[in-house]
């Protein structure tokens, strides 16, 4: 499924951003939705994924500064992080589980979908 990322820029350190991310399409279901960034040099990491019900699971990194929360009606989900840091530079991608949507006329099912990536430059 295709997934619309939105929301990155650059900020200052001590700063907040919101990011949203939607699935387009026919949207049957979709599992957990989450965010993942990867700074330069280093390898993805898990920001913060959220179930379809509701339950949360944080990066120690971001936790007690960042939110995540979704719109089942809209398939669509946001990251609000406050306190921003220099070390939160990063591109954030978002990601969706089990996402089952229509295509061409056709039910597709997939294990998982990425988003194209949002950058997030937050400065010192």
């Known amino acids: 499924v295709q997934l619309q990322a939105s929301g990155g820029g650059l900020v200052q350190a001590g700063g907040s951003l919101r990011l949203s991310c939607a699935a387009a399409g026919r949207i049957s279901s979709i599992g957990a939705m989450g965010w993942y960034r990867q700074a330069p040099g280093k390898e993805r990491e898990l920001v913060a994924t959220?179930?379809?019900?509701?339950?949360?699971n944080y990066a120690d990194s971001v936790k007690g500064r960042s939110t995540i929360s979704r719109a089942n009606d809209k398939h669509a989900v946001y990251l609000h992080m406050n306190s921003l840091r220099p070390e939160d530079t990063a591109i954030y991608y978002c990601h969706a589980d089990s996402p089952v949507y229509m295509e061409h006329d056709v039910w597709v099912a997939e294990r998982d979908s990425w988003g194209q990536g949002t950058q997030v430059t937050v400065s010192s």
């Open positions: 959220i179930t379809s019900g509701g339950s949360t």
